[in-house]
């Protein structure tokens, strides 16, 4: 004999995982996001770092003051050229000071600009391109290096009180290597930014799951602590992966539902 409540319950039972089974069918049934389409859409956001101008611009006016102080050392300084004109122009001023007011500008400029690639090369650092971040690293701090080693080479020779002659010599001297060895930090600085925003490759940890998935052979991760790297380094790389993964996510999220959306 059947028991008349077993069989309700049983019909309750079944009655709810209809229900639950039409519930969870649509997300089942609907249709599917590739990981193509997640990468295309992450690639299509891929934001240039608009540092190549400012540092052209820099080595620019490097060149005219550069020019310029060469200018003002044979007119006024060795009196070649026309020292009364240089005298009405200048006035009391020295053309050895003008020479040194017109560095004082042009390392305030450079300060400014190594601010500014810092700040745009941090932002390329939390979008998740760390191996771009560091194999730039050393070149965001080399202009203001080279211009603050002139400046120092400068103050010694002023404090040296030597002939007027050597004096400006060796100034224009320490001046042109410095040209020289800023141009090509710019130089190399500006190369490697232009091939990233050419490129327009995707984040480090994207990179890596695609390397993963389409090679043979398991290679090792940058996330891991391997022979020869310091544990320091190590902690670094890992919170910035972390850092980045949090943006990514919800990077993800939200291009899940627009896409879904659309489907």
């Keep these: 004999m059947t028991d008349p409540k077993g069989a309700s319950l049983y019909a309750a039972s079944t009655s709810a995982d ?6 969870e069918d649509p997300l089942v049934d609907g249709p ?5 389409a997640l ?21 620019l006016l490097h060149m005219v003051y550069v020019a310029l102080s060469i200018c003002v050392a044979v007119e006024c300084e060795l009196e070649l050229g026309r020292a009364e004109e240089c005298g009405s122009v200048l006035g009391v001023v020295k053309g050895q000071s003008v020479i040194v ?31 771009f971040y560091r194999q730039t690293q050393g070149l965001q701090r080399l202009p ?5 080693a002139g400046n120092v080479l ?21 001046l042109g290597l410095e040209l020289v060895v800023a141009l090509l930090c710019l130089l190399l600085y500006t190369v490697r930014v232009m091939q990233f925003n050419r490129d327009r490759a995707m984040p480090d940890v994207s990179q890596e799951e ?16 391997r022979e020869g790297s310091s544990l320091e380094e190590v902690v670094e790389k890992q919170a910035d992966l972390i850092e980045y993964l949090k943006q990514h996510n919800t990077l993800l999220s939200k291009r899940l539902l627009n896409l879904t959306a659309q489907h």
């Excluded at 599917?32 to 193509?36: G, K, N, R, V, Y």
């Excluded at 956001?45 to 608009?50: A, D, G, L, V, Y």
């Excluded at 390392?107 to 979008?127: D, K, M, N, T």
């Excluded at 010694?156 to 001297?173: D, E, F, Q």
């Design 18 to 23: 209809v229900t639950r089974s039409t519930e």
């Design 32 to 36: 599917l996001i590739s990981a193509d």
């Design 39 to 59: 990468h295309s859409a992450i690639r299509r956001e891929f934001q240039t770092i608009p540092t190549p101008c400012p540092a052209a611009l820099l080595s």
């Design 101 to 131: 007011f017109g560095k004082v500008c042009l390392w305030v400029l450079v300060l400014f600009f190594g601010e500014c690639v810092q700040h745009h090369h941090s932002r390329a650092r939390s979008r998740g391109y760390l191996r």
């Design 144 to 148: 203001l290096t080279v211009h603050s």
């Design 154 to 174: 400068l103050l010694v020779v002023l404090a040296a009180r030597l002939k007027p002659l050597l004096s400006i010599s060796m100034i224009l001297g320490i």
């Design 210 to 225: 695609i390397s993963h998935t389409y090679s043979n052979t398991s290679l090792p991760t940058e996330t891991g602590f």
